[in-house]
């Protein structure tokens, strides 16, 4: 009997495991892969395939601390290699087939990539993270260059600004390494430059007021220090002024190191001896000297006073010589920026790019030196880049062919300040990456209205007359045998909307947005940390509007806005168009920091205060002239308005019109605020209530009325909120007929602390459940801090805690290692049957903190980055919890394993009859109830979840580096027709069986006649 | 020159006495055959403080492992690898590689121990998708239940045309098995099952000499054949 029981419950726990099915993949979700917004200049890459084909990627390294590959063509990622955060990409450099990339502090560890696919080939570690050096800039001190004398492929390879490695290309080995004799003393190095009789290595030495130049020649071969020398020089804005310049001539390749000093260019030419003395090149003051990725063609730009460019080459006598001269600048224009390239003869090209405030349109100019007999050709041209939607162009990389004679063809790569990275070919544009998606700080999924029928007749029918009325309905009418046949074609054969459809609209759409049957279609709005507000269609992924946020008065002296909270304001239901409130604080370039709102209409993305005029920057409304410490969304009745706290914990309304003052006024003396407040390392948790009047300032204060008594070298790190859902039922029903009723206390947080000793790293982590309004603890575990980090993830909602650590094994000798996930459940009172209803009790009340806490602790299969329940619109549904793993998948775990009255032994019919199985210590680790199958979610910072207008269905959307959207069905599509529901059987079987009637009627008939006919 | 280098090696030499390079390979199999198939892996101790990538040629190293127990796993998108727990110790001796089941005690250490180098072989790909179930007209009518239904179906038109062509004898003989299977239901459905069985019983010993009136019967459909004729 029990086999059969047993065997019951395996066919269920499979019938209930929620998967996909391969054709739902692609359509019920969408992945947005994204590198991160660029840091330096992307650049070409161009590699030479085995048939003499060339192909080429563009390549970046991130503020997302990826560096990846862009396929020119059409704008989708070749490859990426993602780097972990404590280990920062410093420096990288493509050659040939290979990328070279340095990371950590003061490059501890080198990378090999193959070029083409980002597979790794080599990594070798070459010094302890503790004993590398820190820099400002970070990519001081490190460099990498290659080998080009020969075919060794080999890697010279400069760290911590004193240590040079030759490595070997083939087996990735160190050959030889040379580390400076003096490395305490103050020259740092900074450059590396290959030739085949010496390595020069270039860096600066600090002298009183300025650095000195100085070099050292190191043998290629055996890594034995040739030469050393300092260079009579005296350079104040450190080593971006440097710059090394090569000539490929008859003679083997000569070198020259040049670089701007007092206005004019010094320069010295290398030589193995380093006996050469520096000349200065007469002629026209500069005010900067430019790297444009051409060094090793002798070219480099540099800028007068007056703003024009200039080419300097180096050319084969050994002198540098003004080869061109870019004129035409002047204050209409902004400050040109400039790049270079190579085609795939290897000739190089110099762009140069600006904007002209006159014409509204961005210029480049293309130089091509080799072509007009060698005087160099420039071709010119405009393209009309949107600066209102994109920001400022901030690098530029060219890449340039030359099918003809005079003729050249470009395109441009520019990556700009709100992070979009564009490709511009001569003036057409072929693709954008909107990148600052990797940074996504804020999202909310906001619902849409449901679509406008067109109703021709409405409010008609009381004026017109009787014939008019039958005409009209007769018209109406003759197309009525069409609808009908086309009513029993659709009831016979048609689809009904099935919940695994994609909802996403057809390319040619033009209706306006609206929402699908089940309310699966919302719109994401996303703000990110680069001055950029996004909708994107939850259908797709696809940007519907986006919007540059305006700086207000900063914009005079520059500075970023941070987005911190994001509220709706008005939805649908409330009978309007969307409307949402972005928070963000705004750190001005002077060091000035303030609270700034910004209002929009969820649809379209305009502004709903007004104050922007059309599609030009969205501009906000200064709320606190400070930072913010919380903001809450308040609800009053259908009106709904932001509450914002600033350091002085004075209140401030958004928007602050007189009704909401109003209604703020009224609710003022029932709220309680649980506040994280304080400095970094030692932030306090105090509970707070607001004045019931105004102070003297205009505004209501809120005023602490008790502190958590925490020991004073805890910092609580973040409070952990229920979200605001609601919940179905308010207790649960056991098997035995008696009831737990959930503890619903709309006050309780969950707060998480770390321990640590003064300026040490953490020893302990924590995690509390405290009362908000009165800040009793009723609820506290001591956790291990493995590594001296807490990194302790929390989910909370209804009266179900989950949270995330891993055990290091320390506080038991023989105990595992392992992730853990303890869940935990709060029932009223003291056991079955024992009601407080704490969801309406009195804060007073002492029964609020008389409940009973179920627990279970799990063994989890890997580390996690966030951790979020599902939400369905009436809390019916089970709540599954939703992971992001370090393996880069989002992964659901079902409440059922998860249930923290999952009992030690066999469950006995009762339990069974709660569908509570045998507890086991490991989690199982389903791959079938991975949400992003196959893709690589890359680094998922938060997951969001929302309803959809099936209570069965709750909306996933997650983002970090990538954007990933689906959704789940925790207890199954209930509420839908099942996906495997067979209409052709039913209509089969219906059709059959009415067959079997027309048939068998006159045969029963006339058997029934026979029987009378002859009845004995 | 000779002092750089010495310091080099001093340095080095430091390093190696204090923390130990852990060193390994993933074997390429048919469930993983090359990088490509990977993805980029790495290869953590305990929660992936300690790292080394895989490189295309499967192998890895984790630099600087201070000695101490450790879980070693793998951290791959598509992949299943098993867990290993290492043992570096403070000694020169190679450090020692065991099996290890998640969610056991460390201690005491498994008795089996596996070669170092470490070498991790790929077991299992994930699969994420459950096939789909789709209509099929032939399978519809595979189902035993299908089947059934059409078998009755069948019989019941075809019924009225048996009975038409059998031979008067057999029709009784059915007649009256139809009968008894009659009188056994109503008496089951009535409770009384002794007689049921009883009934049952006497059918068995009535219906089991009962093979060899087979031929007749074929016999005689031939008579009634020929009869019509």
Partial sequence: ?1016 | MMIPLLILTLVSLLCSSLAFDLKGRVVWNEICPGIGDLGQAKVVLDNGNLYGSVTRNGQFVIPEVPSGTYILSVVAHDHAFERLRIDVLDTDTLPEVRPYVPGTPLSPPSPVTLPYPITLIPRARYDYYTPQESFNLVGMFQNPMMLLMLGTGVLMLAMPYIMKNMDPEVLQEFKERQAKITDIQSSIQNGDLKTGLSAMMGGEEKTSPAPAPKPQASAARNRGKNKRR
């Fill in chain 1, 1 to 1016: 009997m029990l086999t059969i029981v047993r065997f019951l419950w395996a066919s269920f726990a499979i019938w209930t495991a929620y998967a996909l099915h391969p054709s739902e993949a692609g359509v019920v979700d969408w992945h947005k892969a994204l590198l991160g917004v660029p840091l330096t200049r992307p650049d070409f890459h161009r590699t030479t395939g085995a048939h003499g084909a060339t192909r080429s990627v563009v390549l970046t390294a991130t503020s997302n601390n990826v560096i990846g590959a862009v396929h020119p063509e059409n704008g989708t990622v070749a490859w990426r290699y993602l780097f972990e955060d404590r280990d920062p990409v410093v420096g990288y450099k493509a050659y040939n087939d290979r990328l070279a990339t340095l990371s950590g502090p003061g490059g501890a560890t080198f990378r090999i990539l193959d070029v083409n696919s980002g597979h790794l080939l080599h990594e070798l570690h070459l010094h302890s993270a503790d004993s590398g050096r820190l820099f400002e800039p970070v990519n001081l001190g490190v460099a990498i260059a290659f080998d080009d004398s020969d075919k060794s492929k080999d890697t010279f390879v400069l760290t911590n600004g004193h240590t040079l490695r030759r490595i070997n290309g083939k087996s990735g080995d160190i050959v030889w390494g040379w580390t400076s004799p003096d490395q305490t003393s103050l020259v740092v190095y900074s450059k590396v430059v290959t030739t085949s009789d010496a390595i020069y290595l270039i860096g600066l030495a600090k002298s009183f007021a300025s650095y000195t130049v100085h070099v050292s020649a190191i043998s290629p071969d055996n890594g034995e220090l040739l030469s050393d020398a300092d260079v009579p020089s005296s350079i104040i804005n450190g080593p971006q002024g440097l710059i090394v310049v090569s000539h490929e001539g008859t003679r083997g390749k000569s070198v020259r190191l040049a670089w701007l000093e007092q206005a004019r260019i010094h320069s010295v030419a290398l030589t193995p001896q380093l006996k050469d003395k520096p000349t200065i090149k007469k002629g026209s003051a500069y005010l900067q000297v430019h790297d444009i990725g051409l060094q090793e063609k002798g070219l480099f730009v540099a800028t007068k006073e007056d703003g024009s460019g200039r080419v300097i080459r180096f050319s084969e006598d050994g002198a540098l010589k003004v080869f061109w001269e870019f004129a035409d600048s002047s204050p209409k224009y902004t400050e040109s920026t400039y790049a270079g390239g190579l085609d795939k003869d290897g000739w190089p090209y110099i762009a140069r790019v600006y904007w002209s405030h006159v014409f509204r349109q961005a210029s480049a100019h293309v130089l091509a030196p080799h072509l007009a007999e060698g005087k160099g050709l420039v071709t010119g041209f405009t393209f009309p880049f949107e600066t209102q939607k994109h920001g400022i162009i901030a690098n530029v990389a060219v890449d340039a062919a030359n099918p003809e004679e005079f003729r050249v063809l470009s395109r441009l790569v520019l990556t700009t300040t709100t992070g979009a990275v564009q490709l511009w070919q001569q003036d057409q544009h072929q693709w954008t990456r909107e990148e600052s998606l990797a940074d996504i700080r804020v999202a909310e999924m906001v619902e849409l209205p449901e679509p406008q029928l067109v109703a021709s007749q409405v409010g008609i029918e009381e004026t017109e007359s009787f014939g008019a009325r039958l005409r009209r309905q007769l018209a109406d009418a003759q197309d009525f045998p069409q609808y009908a046949i086309n009513f029993a074609k659709r009831f016979a054969t048609g689809s009904y909307a099935s919940a695994s459809s994609s909802i996403a609209p057809a390319s040619n759409d033009t209706s306006p947005l609206s929402r699908d049957t089940f309310g699966f279609r919302k719109i994401i709005v996303a703000a990110t940390s680069h001055g950029k507000v996004f909708g994107i269609d939850s259908a797709n992924g696809e940007i519907i509007w986006s919007r540059v946020f305006g700086l207000g008065w900063a914009a005079e002296v520059g500075g970023r806005i941070f987005p911190l909270k994001i509220f709706t304001t008005r939805t649908v239901s409330d009978g309007d168009t969307p409307q949402v409130v972005i928070v963000g604080q705004r750190k001005a370039d002077n060091s000035l920091v303030d609270t700034v709102a910004f209002h929009i209409d969820a649809l379209t993305g305009e502004d709903v205060s007004g104050t922007s005029i059309g599609q030009d920057i969205l501009q906000g409304q200064d709320v606190i002239a400070g930072a913010l410490v919380e903001a809450y969304l308040f609800q009053d009745g259908p009106t709904k308005y932001v509450v914002l706290l600033d350091e002085y914990l004075q209140v401030h309304l958004f928007p602050d019109t007189p009704e909401n003052a109003d209604s703020f006024h009224k609710v003022a003396p029932s709220i309680h605020l649980p506040l994280r407040t304080g400095t970094a390392g030692s932030h306090r948790l105090g509970g707070h209530k607001v004045s019931p009047e105004k102070e003297f300032t205009g505004r209501h204060i809120a005023y602490p009325i008790w502190t958590a008594s925490l020991p004073p070298n805890e910092d609580v790190r973040s409070i952990v909120t229920r979200p605001h859902e609601p919940v179905a039922s308010l207790g649960k029903v056991l098997g035995n007929r008696t009831t737990l009723y959930k503890y619903l206390n709309p006050g309780v947080v969950v707060v998480l602390t770390s321990t640590s000793t003064p300026s040490g790293p953490a020893t302990s982590c924590g995690v509390y459940v405290i009362d908000g309004t009165k800040g009793t603890i009723l609820y506290h575990a001591n956790l291990p801090a493995a590594g001296g980090v807490c990194d302790v993830k929390a989910a909370f909602t209804e009266n179900w805690l989950v949270y995330h650590y891993y055990d290091d094994g320390s506080a038991n000798a023989d105990q595992a290692k392992s992730y853990r996930m303890v869940s935990l459940e709060f029932y009223e009172g003291s056991g079955v049957d024992d009601k407080t209803s704490s969801s309406d009790l009195s804060a007073y009340s002492n029964d609020t903190t008389r409940i009973s806490v179920y627990e279970q602790s799990y063994v989890f299969p890997r580390g996690i980055s966030t951790i979020t329940t599902t939400s369905t619109k009436f809390g019916i549904t089970v709540k599954d919890i939703l992971v992001a793993g370090n393996n880069h998948q989002v992964q659901s775990f079902p409440r059922r394993f998860l249930d923290p009255r999952r009992p030690n032994r066999k469950p006995t019919a009762e339990e069974q009859e709660e569908w509570l199985i045998q507890y086991d210590p490991l989690l199982p680790d389903d791959p079938k109830r991975v949400l992003s199958h196959r893709y690589q979610v890359a680094r998922i910072r938060k997951i969001i979840t929302s309803p959809a207008l099936l209570e069965s269905t709750s909306l996933v959307f997650g983002y970090g580096v990538d954007l990933f959207f689906t959704r789940v069905a925790p207890s199954k599509t209930f509420d839908v027709l099942n996906e495997n529901f067979n209409k052709a059987q039913l209509v089969l079987t219906v059709a059959g069986l009415a067959l079997a009637i027309v048939i068998t009627k006159p045969m029963v008939r006339r058997k029934r006649l026979r029987e009378r006919w002859y009845a004995s």
